[in-house]
């Protein structure tokens, strides 16, 4: 059974850190680019960004550039999402998922790639 299991939000101040992770299991780790997500509420889901297998490649949503880094471990089978800068738009439950790949380099944006989603982790941030 595949799972996902997200930690490390919460309540923090604007301009705070937070680190968030995402353990997976149940599936090659090593095969999958990663993502993270985020949905507010009344909005859309939108993508925050993503890491290819080995690493080799990033993407990130432009408010986020600079302020997030995302990461892996594939000795851990964890991914991470450091963020820092925190502002109140920053607000949403995040979501990481998993996209089997094929190869390195390969990294998607859109939900549509991913086949596998963890449940979510709140992160607020107060002005």
């Known amino acids: 059974q595949v799972q996902l299991v997200e930690s490390g939000g919460g309540l923090v101040q604007a301009g705070g850190s937070l680190r968030l992770s995402c353990a997976v299991s149940?599936?090659?780790?090593?095969?999958?680019?990663m993502g993270w997500f985020r949905q507010a509420p009344g909005k859309e889901r939108e993508f925050v960004a993503a890491?290819?297998?080995?690493?080799?490649?990033?993407r990130y949503e432009e408010s986020v550039k600079g302020r997030f880094s995302i990461s892996r471990d594939n000795a851990k089978n964890t991914m991470y999402l450091q963020m820092n800068s925190l502002k109140p738009e920053d607000t949403a439950v995040y979501s990481c998922a998993a996209a089997f790949v094929p190869r390195d380099f390969t990294v998607y944006a859109r939900a549509e790639g991913y086949d596998y989603w963890g449940q979510g982790t709140q992160v607020t941030v107060s002005s």
């Open positions: 890491i290819s297998r080995g690493s080799a490649t990033t």
């Open positions: 149940g599936l090659t780790f090593r095969t999958y680019g």
